[in-house]
Structures are given as C-alpha cells and as structure tokens.
C-alpha cells in the first residue's frame, strides 16, 4: 500500500507540470496557429474559421492559407520590426549584465548578515506594479523632468536634453525593469563559488584580474546564461517600454504586435507575427540545451 502511494504520488508531482504547461502554453499556441493560416474577415473574430470541427480533417488541411507569413517576409516593416527588436534586447541584456554582475559580486561577497537586505533591496521595486514603474521614468527623463534639472543645476548641461521618446530611454526602462532578473541568477550563482580558489590562484601568482577571468567568470556562466535569457527573451516581445519610452521611430515587434491585433484587427497576421517571434526565440534556446547535453 505504501509503494502503490508512493508511486501515484511521484506520477501526481511528474504530470502536473505538464498539464500547465499543456493548458497555458501548448492549448493557447495552437489556437494562434490555427487563426495564423485563416484569412481575415469582417466579421467577430474577424478572421475565417479552420479546423472547427474535427471531421473532414483532411479536406480542411487543403484551406489552409499560408499568405500570412508570406505577406511576413514581403513586407519590410515587419522584417525592421524583427531586427530592431533583436537590436535593442541584445544591447540591453549587454547593458543589464555590465551593471548586474558587479551588484551579484558584490552582494555575494557582503558579510552574511548584509546579504539579505541586499536582496530585499533588489527584489524591492517588484512590489510596485511595473507599469507605475515605467511612467516614473517619464517624469525623470522628460525635458522638465528630475534628470535635466540635475544636471542643469550641476552645470553640466546647459539645455535640457531630449531622452524620452528616444531609443536611449527605452535601453534605461528595459534595463531597470529587468536588471533583478539578471542579478539574482548571478548572485545565486556567485555565492555558490568556493572563493578559495581565487585564494590557491594569487598564492600562484595569478593577478586579480586574471583570476577574475579564468576562474570567476567560467564558474559563473550558468548565472550569465540564465540571467541574458531571462531578460533577452521579455526584451524581444516588450511593449509597454517602447509605447510609453519610445518615440514614434522606435520600431519593436510588440508594439507592431499590438498595433496588428487592436488598431489594424488584422488577427491572422498577428498570429503569423507572434507564431515567428516564439520560433525565433525558442529555437535556439532549444538547440542551445542540446549541444549543452551533448557536451555534458
């Protein structure tokens, strides 16, 4: 009786993952794939119906249009909107993880007793909502804002500089917003690290700085890992950043995401454009873990 309640109990705790990951990721992408290959239809849901019923399945297979993503890779304002995306996520998990790495040093190196108000201070701006977040930045970096008239009182500037509704306060909003999902990796990964090996290697002669690159930062490549695609993946699809930052030139396929749906109603090029940008992020992500496997 124990054996056969251990065994339900250890099937309970295996499938219950993958029923949440089959009701709230696998259901919902099927049916963005499905509306990805109808056609658009004045009508509520403005597109054709495909595979409603199960029967005739092949003879609805041959409906299946695929003009969607064609019209994808024909139209350039899509094919910009996927590389200033890339642009800007990469360039802002490189900004994040130049700022975060120092903070995870630092908070794995702090004496025991400061660590936790160290990561109680990082964990700290996720108890306002993110979207109060995002509009703060608008007053610091407005032309009037908090940021002008510190540095023009400095005297550093003498005119107030144009940063929101630029590129640049996109980069500070992504990077504040998501500088936390690089961090806690990192230090989760850095407190872990047996500093004694940075001890054995300056009793060898090794400088600081050499030490640092040869055994610190291998050691702590799953922080950075986990840490880049925590904030690279949300950077690629963000919308509220580049809306409310962003000027009109600020081109980021979650907006063009978003115009698609709500503005133009156009559901099945929607569908196309998210159906590209999870394959584009999933991919390789997918094909990363098995060279890690392999190499393993």
């Known amino acids: 009786m124990a054996g056969l309640r251990l065994f339900f109990g250890r099937w309970i705790?295996?499938?219950?993952?993958?029923?949440?990951?089959?009701?709230?990721?696998?259901?919902?992408?099927?049916i963005v794939l499905k509306i990805s290959f109808s056609a658009?239809?004045?009508?509520?849901?403005?597109?054709?119906p495909v595979?409603?019923?199960?029967?005739?399945?092949w003879e609805k297979a041959k409906e299946l249009s695929f003009d969607n993503y064609l019209w994808l890779t024909q139209d350039a304002l899509y094919i910009k909107a996927y590389l200033s995306s890339l642009k800007i996520a990469v360039i802002s998990t490189l900004i994040t993880l130049l700022l975060g790495y120092?903070?995870?040093?630092?908070?794995?190196?702090?004496p025991d007793r400061l660590r936790p108000i160290l990561l109680m201070a990082v964990i700290l701006p996720f108890w306002t909502s993110f979207l109060i977040r995002v509009y703060a930045w608008i007053g610091i970096l407005k032309p009037e804002g908090l940021l002008n008239q510190a540095l023009m009182a400095t005297g550093l500037i003498t005119e107030p500089l144009q940063i929101i509704n630029t590129d640049w306060a996109v980069y500070i909003?992504?990077?504040?917003?998501?500088?936390?999902?690089?961090?806690?990796?990192?230090?989760?990964?850095?407190?872990?690290?047996?500093?004694?090996?940075?001890?054995?290697a300056t009793d060898l002669?090794?400088?600081?700085?050499?030490?640092?690159?040869?055994?610190?930062?291998?050691?702590?490549?799953?922080?950075?890992?986990?840490?880049?695609?925590?904030?690279?993946?949300p950077a690629v699809g963000e919308f509220v950043i580049p809306d409310l930052l962003g000027g009109s030139d600020t081109l980021m396929i979650g907006r063009t995401l978003w115009v698609e749906f709500f503005y133009n109603r156009d559901w099945p090029v929607a569908s196309a454009v998210?159906?590209?940008?999870?394959?584009?992020?999933v991919v390789p992500i997918v094909i990363f873990q098995k060279m890690q496997e392999r190499s393993a």
């Open 274 to 281: 998210a159906i590209i940008l999870l394959l584009l992020l």
């Open 13 to 30: 705790v295996t499938i219950v993952p993958y029923v949440w990951l089959l009701v709230f990721f696998l259901a919902p992408f099927l």
């Open 205 to 233: 002669g090794a400088t600081p700085l050499k030490a640092f690159w040869q055994i610190t930062i291998p050691l702590s490549l799953p922080g950075i890992l986990a840490g880049s695609l925590l904030v690279f993946i």
């Open 51 to 57: 595979f409603d019923q199960l029967a005739g399945f």
């Open 40 to 48: 658009t239809a004045i009508a509520m849901p403005p597109y054709v």
């Open 102 to 110: 120092p903070m995870a040093l630092a908070m794995a190196r702090a």
């Open 173 to 200: 909003g992504i990077v504040y917003s998501y500088l936390p999902f690089m961090v806690l990796p990192l230090y989760a990964t850095l407190e872990k690290m047996d500093y004694r090996l940075i001890e054995a």
